[in-house]
């Protein structure tokens, strides 16, 4: 099993769970890092060519190395990486070996690779039983429900299609659109770190293992419940609702002078409070403006009014009038975020090393806070098998079959000193 993160205050509340994580790309590593976040011991296991978002960028100018960019940075910190060559029988007695010791073992892989390689959930829980195996692919794994398209690949853009949610974003009547970040596998990923947790609880109850699956389309899905109860309550298909939302009024985006805010009063008291703000009280007793109800009647009336107020003001003058009376916040961009002194207090602006880099870089910090056994980011994404030869030596694997192993390509290792 892969080193201990380097310790932070505490070691936190998942030191204790042993992860072996075969997965690349976004859905898979970011589900492993949210554990990894909370102390997990995640071991990356990577064919010995790496994880292909290695590769991806962005790569900051002054780095040396290009060793990974910011991408792979983001997702695989908090983690220990191994590189065995998965189609050599001696890198498959390996990683057995490695999930004789594991609590839960996480691949996204497309149906059937993990059989093929004879490392099937069959396979491993018949030599730990209390394995949880954990999985995420587009169209979710046949043990769980066989998808027509189980064997199909699938991206983030895939699941936020057939998911639903481009159907219902854009602009009114406009066409559909893709969110901005990947939420096709965050939000799986998201779905599968609870799953593993809820499966390892009962592991831990009762010495039994199970399968843990999420489709990336069905997360996405999840996500945009709104959809189901209007087309089954309403027989209606719901499409794009551009900024504003189709229950509740005031709610959404309104125009600045200089950008855009969120403004949200779907209750009779922040109503109230709002229209005063925007010099109508007389339109939080109107019956045609009162209730929420009525306000989605009446939206066009609503939304000029407040729009009227908001057009002729800027975004800090939007706030000093509108910030702690109502839910309010202005549209940000990125380096409103690194100017905004919330997310540095809150501790979700990160410094980590980057091989290759003379000075620091920043990433996102750990959303998830807990008072006891706080989580936190301890060290930076490892290089590609950085810690191959520690963790088996932690195996038992002698300095010769080590050196062995590395003339077969079996197994490959990085070192920050050889850079």
Request: charged share 20%; hydrophobic share 40%.
């Amino acid at each position: 099993m892969p080193p201990p993160a380097k310790p932070g205050p505490q070691p936190g509340a998942l030191a204790d769970l042993r992860v072996i994580d075969l997965t690349q790309m976004l859905a898979g590593p970011f589900c492993t890092q949210l554990l990894a976040d909370q102390g997990a011991q995640v071991l990356k296991v990577e064919p010995l060519a790496g994880d292909g978002i290695r590769s991806a960028g962005p790569f900051r100018h002054d780095d040396g190395l290009r060793a990974f960019g910011g991408y792979f940075q983001s997702v695989n910190r908090n983690k220990s990486s191994i590189a065995l060559d998965l189609k050599h029988a001696d890198g498959r007695a390996l990683l057995e070996q490695l999930i004789d010791g594991a609590d839960v073992v996480v691949e996204n892989f497309r149906t059937g690779v993990m059989d093929r390689l004879g490392l099937s959930w069959e396979t491993l829980r018949a030599r730990n039983p209390a394995l949880v195996y954990a999985t995420i692919r587009g169209f979710g794994d046949p043990r769980s429900g066989a998808s027509p398209y189980a064997h199909w690949p699938a991206y983030d853009v895939v699941a936020q299609a057939m998911g639903g949610i481009m159907g219902i974003t854009g602009a009114v009547g406009g066409d559909p659109t893709k969110i901005g970040p990947g939420i096709g596998d965050i939000v799986p990923g998201l779905m599968l770190g609870i799953g593993i947790l809820a499966a390892v609880h009962h592991a831990r109850r009762t010495g039994q293992g199970q399968f843990v699956d999420v489709a990336m389309a069905d997360g996405v899905l999840a996500l945009c419940e709104r959809i189901v109860y209007q087309q089954s309550y309403e027989d209606r298909t719901p499409g794009p609702q551009g900024n504003r939302h189709p229950l509740l009024c005031p709610f959404g985006l309104f125009p600045a002078r200089d950008g855009w805010v969120s403004i949200a009063c779907p209750d009779e008291k922040l109503w109230a409070r709002l229209a005063a703000a925007i010099d109508r009280p007389e339109m939080a007793h109107d019956p045609r403006y009162a209730t929420n109800p009525a306000r989605v009647q009446h939206a066009a009336a609503v939304i000029g009014a407040v729009e009227a107020f908001t057009r002729a003001r800027t975004k800090a003058e939007l706030a000093a009038l509108l910030g702690g009376i109502v839910p309010f916040g202005p549209v940000y961009t990125a380096q409103d975020i690194f100017d905004d002194p919330h997310f540095a207090q809150r501790d979700m602006l990160v410094e980590v090393e980057h091989p290759g880099c003379p000075t620091p870089v920043r990433i996102a910090g750990v959303p998830i806070k807990l008072g006891t056994t706080p989580g936190g980011v301890h060290r930076r994404a490892p290089l590609l098998g950085e810690h191959t030869e520690e963790v088996l030596r932690a195996l038992g694997v002698g300095q010769d079959r080590i050196h062995r192993l590395l003339a077969e390509g079996v197994i490959a290792q990085e070192t920050p000193c050889t850079h």
